[in-house]
């Protein structure tokens, strides 16, 4: 009985040994940051105040691409974190602000850039892959117990072995999503987008209206908003500007955000059709630096400094 007692644990630790590993080599980091990682576990750090979080998807994300994050705090004044990910949905968002405040992070104010086509996708929330995030043991157990799939866990412990395999060192190789310096300036990479495509676009984020995951959608958004409730920090909500002239999400998701003003006395303004101007865009729904630029002096700057 103890031989195989014994044999047991030695089992037990020659598995355990990779993830150690893994988890020691990715926090030896700390020089990664928004404009230069999407990977958030690398930028989110410990006991550190900001004035505000951004949270959303890819149209959150294009306010740190290259230097547009300076560009932004420097205009607002404020210090801020992104914590946006292309075609995060609500339950990876509500996962990366959770792990924020477990941190022990605070900050005053949560600027949520809320698209429609996430809360009736399960591609962007419980299928949202973490392939990118270094390993943490507590972030697995975080995935499980937030009903990410087991393709999700899956992967995510697949894509960390991986690197292991290639590279004792695990994360030493690791190359950061790059932000391009003022790669979509107007007149410079930027090409008018035909008309005739624009419906097909938004097509692409959109798989159907699945009821059952927006009701989920609703609930997590409420928890999100119970999360800043309990860390002091007020929420804001906007739906970013695209040059979309259909969103068949688009009205179901605005009660939805009037219901949880109403209820929970946030903030919540559609800005979907405040940027008209093509010029601003780089395709047919990111701002592109211009844009970022224009829409953060005319709207954010409004809104974030009442």
Do not use: C
């Not at 089992?11 to 030896?28: A, K, T």
């Not at 951004?54 to 974190?81: C, P």
């Not at 392939?131 to 992967?155: H, Q």
Request: aromatic share 14%; hydrophobic share 40%; proline share 5%.
């Amino acid at each position: 009985m103890k031989i195989f007692t014994l044999k047991l644990i030695i089992f037990g630790l020659i598995n355990l040994l990779p993830f150690l590993v893994l988890e020691i080599s990715s926090r030896g980091f700390s020089n990664y940051s928004n404009p230069n990682s999407e990977a958030n576990l690398f930028v989110i750090p410990k006991n550190v105040k900001y004035d505000l979080v951004i949270l959303g998807t890819s149209h959150a994300r294009e306010f740190s691409n290259g230097d547009n994050h300076q560009v932004v705090q420097a205009m607002l004044g404020k210090s801020f974190l992104n914590l946006s990910k292309s075609l995060a949905g609500v339950l990876p968002q509500k996962f990366y602000l959770s792990y924020f405040f477990k941190e022990k992070n605070k900050t005053e104010k949560i600027l949520y850039f809320i698209d429609p086509f996430v809360l009736y996708s399960i591609d962007a929330n419980e299928e949202r892959l973490f392939n990118d995030e270094p390993f943490r043991m507590d972030v697995l157990w975080g995935l499980a117990e937030n009903g990410f799939s087991k393709t999700v866990i899956y992967n995510y412990l697949k894509s960390n072995i991986s690197r292991l395999k290639i590279n004792p060192l695990a994360w030493l190789p690791f190359e950061p999503n790059l932000g391009t310096k003022n790669k979509y300036r107007a007149g410079g990479d930027f090409k008018p987008i035909d008309v005739k495509l624009l419906d097909q676009t938004v097509g692409n984020y959109y798989n159907g209206l699945d009821e059952q995951e927006f009701s989920k959608s609703a609930l997590r958004l409420k928890n999100i908003i119970e999360l800043a409730e309990q860390h002091q920090a007020r929420m804001v909500f906007v739906i970013p500007p695209t040059q979309w002239r259909i969103d068949p999400g688009k009205e179901d998701a605005k009660k939805l955000m009037f219901d949880l003003k109403e209820k929970h006395q946030v903030e919540f303004h559609d800005l979907s059709e405040s940027v008209k101007n093509p010029k601003f865009y780089k395709d047919s729904d990111h701002l592109n630096k211009d844009g970022v630029v224009y829409f953060t002096e005319r709207f954010l700057k409004p809104i974030l400094n009442k």
